[in-house]
């Protein structure tokens, strides 16, 4: 079954510590996995994937196939980060994208 | 429009009251997706439009859940006889070029459903 953990609900951190949120999947096969970040009162919005290998806003996400892993980390958290993450992985057909629970982040001044 | 137009954004309803929520996607996007955005449940896929393809129902909860999409574009999602547990944000995305492509969905701002 495919399937999208992500096992925080809401994650503190203050600013410029290292903040890495969690997400575990389950897929066999090449995956393909996104993170979505929803700022207060915005619409939900692609932060980054995993095909593209990039860093946006100072945070990346390297898929670990051996522990089935997609964690989104950032060296140094911002206040503006303060946001609802969610990971998502597209599935076998293509049609649908999974996504997990969410994880708010807040990171306190 | 310059990105998924949804409507209404709020929504108070009687239990047992019919609801039609509306999407209008993203001119050119061939893809369309509901998905049910509940608190501390995330994303809960409900429907999938592609082009004039048969659309994936697989996500929609019960038989009171329904949608179509007009001439490709539009979409509507109804929801008959409401209960308190429909209460949440109906998300609609869109996406170029079928699934198959980029990946990347758009999202709309949602509309939010209260049952009373």
């Known amino acids: 079954a495919q399937r999208v953990t992500q096992p925080e609900k809401l994650l503190s951190v203050f600013k410029g510590a290292p903040v890495e949120l969690k997400c575990n999947y389950s897929y066999s096969g090449s995956p393909e996995l996104f993170w979505y970040v929803q700022y207060s009162r915005q619409r939900l919005q692609l932060l980054l994937r995993?095909?593209s290998r990039e860093s946006i806003k100072g945070f990346t996400a390297d898929l670990n196939k051996g522990e089935t892993s997609f964690h989104l980390k950032k060296p140094f958290a911002q206040e503006e980060d303060s946001a609802m993450y969610y990971c998502?992985?597209?599935?076998?057909?293509?049609?649908?994208?999974?996504f997990g629970s969410g994880t708010k982040l807040n990171v306190k001044p | 429009g310059a990105g998924v137009s949804q409507s209404p954004s709020n929504k108070v309803t009687e239990k047992g009251k019919d609801v039609e929520l509306r999407c209008d996607p993203i001119?050119?996007?061939?893809?369309l997706y509901w998905y049910r955005q509940s608190l501390g449940q995330g994303l809960e896929f409900l429907i999938y439009?592609?082009?004039?393809?048969?659309?994936?129902k697989s996500g929609l909860p019960s038989d009171r859940f329904s949608a179509e999409r007009t001439g490709g574009s539009v979409s509507t999602l109804t929801i008959q006889r409401t209960q308190q547990e429909d209460s949440a944000v109906y998300l609609c995305?869109?996406?170029?070029?079928?699934?198959?492509?980029?990946?990347?969905?758009?999202f709309g701002e949602g509309s939010r459903l209260t049952v009373l």
């Open positions: 439009f592609q082009g004039n393809s048969a659309p994936d």
């Open positions: 995993h095909i």
């Open positions: 995305a869109s996406i170029p070029g079928g699934a198959g492509a980029a990946g990347e969905l758009f």
């Open positions: 998502a992985l597209k599935g076998y057909n293509f049609n649908k994208f999974y």
């Open positions: 001119s050119g996007h061939t893809a």
